[in-house]
């Protein structure tokens, strides 16, 4: 897996993947104060900006599993969901799945577990299994 950024203040680490951000826009919607989408403003995430509380809330949000949190004052770990995981299907889109999500390569070698991924349905993704929102740029639809 690639490198994770982390932004720490307020009891809360936020890590940052970008090979795994679809650019969803949850995070900035839903907390401008911390996430940033300015090309000119690094860093773009601020944990300054809000309590660790309202940060875990939003990165929750997060569909691609590009953010994560780790509390370090004492709230809540990200938690994971029990049984069988989700899966959303997205409009022309990845598949975006939720629960403990445990990837293996083809050799049966766990690759990650994680909470939540954006899976690549198009086939034309470089981050595969992951989504990289290759589905665009190839004009993907949904089968009729």
Known sequence: MARKKAYEAN???VHFEAKRCI????CVR?????FDFDVDKRPWIDPDGAPAAEIADIVHRC??????YERLDGGPPEPV????????TATNGPLFVRGRVEITDHAGVTVCVEPRVA????????NKPFCDNSHRSVGFKDPV
């Open 81 to 88: 969901l029990d049984g069988p995981p989700t899966v959303r």
């Open 30 to 34: 839903g907390l401008p104060a911390v």
């Open 63 to 68: 569909p691609s599993g590009a953010l994560t």
């Open 119 to 126: 899976l690549c349905r198009c086939g034309a993704s470089r």
């Open 11 to 13: 009891g809360i680490v």
């Open 23 to 26: 650019h969803a826009g949850a």
